[in-house]
């Protein structure tokens, strides 16, 4: 996704509506039996078109899938996942992060887009990296809001919120080979008793 | 891998040294690249031996494979994961965990292979979560232990494993996408400073 080129802004609404219609069709069917030809026609574009936009084909198409997903992994925690203030604000981020993966249930689209462009690839990693970075920012930001309301004491919110984020990542990996939640959820609800411990003891 | 044919004791070892041949080829070369006749010329083994072993292919193969990498997973974090009573032993175990991951890099032999046989066949999920389940009751036999030998408070031992094996698989997916096991650790320290401030203000 380096350097794209200038899109006037009918050309950028062409290139997301291929975009978000490839994503739809990927959360529905294989990414390595889905052709170019099954994006255009789900999409109502043409070859040219979609050339225009991915003049590398369907690993730069994909990638810019991939993009498209992790924006929306944030995006789906909104508005909870900004407004972290409070042990109850907390609570309903929790809510809604356990609900999106328990409806997602075995299909991870990051992870199958993953399987076809190369996790070790460039673009996929930087996408990956950059996912990361935000998301902890989002929840440091959190426990930062905490301490500010005088509801958290000193804590290195570097490790906290990268323990956190870790106990998420592998809740979903477990979930995504096992069906449950339970993973997840006592990740998430653990690492929250512990900070409210720390709180009760501050 | 269900009913396997009873081996002779030499069947077994001409299995057992297939799998482990193809399992160290595996660990250096991709598993979509890599043919039977790569895995009989690594193992020195006649294709009539392997097919006798493994009637199904390739799949089969990869399978006992992803097997033989399951019990290494448990195996490389012994004697630790077995004696776990006391928090030095824990951060024992702790470093051999880190040290582990930080050696495989980029290379995660058990993700590798699930993408080739499918992280969704029946086969790949029974290894996961035979693996998870037992990986699980090690740690929850070791917090049974500390609290046999007092240094640890009544607690939620199934959540607390739980959450720590979430943390741990997270740290591991994030190290294969960033080369960092900052966060692996994390997830290690934090959960152990939680159970030992649980027990300081037990």
Redesign the interface.
């Known amino acids: 996704m380096a350097a794209p080129k200038r899109l006037t802004p009918k050309g950028a609404a062409t290139r997301d509506r291929i975009v978000a219609g490839a994503a739809e069709l990927l959360r529905r069917q294989s990414v390595v039996t889905t052709t170019l030809d099954d994006v255009l026609a789900h999409t109502r574009s043409s070859k040219s078109q979609l050339f225009h936009y991915f003049p590398d084909g369907k690993d730069q198409l994909l990638l810019a899938v991939a993009q498209y997903e992790a924006d929306r992994v944030i995006d789906e925690q909104q508005p909870q996942l900004s407004n972290l203030g409070s042990w109850e604000a907390w609570q309903e981020w929790r809510e809604v992060v356990v609900e999106r993966y328990r409806s997602l249930g075995?299909n991870c689209p990051m992870g199958t887009l993953f399987?076809q462009v190369g996790?070790?690839s460039p673009g996929a990693?930087a996408i990956?990296?950059q996912l990361?970075t935000d998301w902890q920012r989002y929840l440091a930001t959190g426990l930062e809001a905490l301490q500010a309301n005088g509801h958290l004491g000193p804590i290195d919110i570097?490790?906290?919120s990268?323990?956190l984020?870790?106990?998420?990542?592998?809740?979903?990996?477990?979930m995504?080979?096992?069906g449950q939640t339970?993973?997840?959820e006592?990740?998430i609800?653990?690492?929250l008793?512990?900070l409210r411990?720390?709180d009760a003891?501050a």
Not at 165 to 174: E, F, H, R, S, T
């Open positions: 075995d399987l996790r070790n990693q990956v990296r990361l570097d490790q906290a990268a323990a984020l870790a106990g998420i990542q592998g809740g979903v990996a477990i995504l080979s096992t339970t993973y997840l006592a990740a609800d653990q690492w008793a512990r411990q720390a003891h």
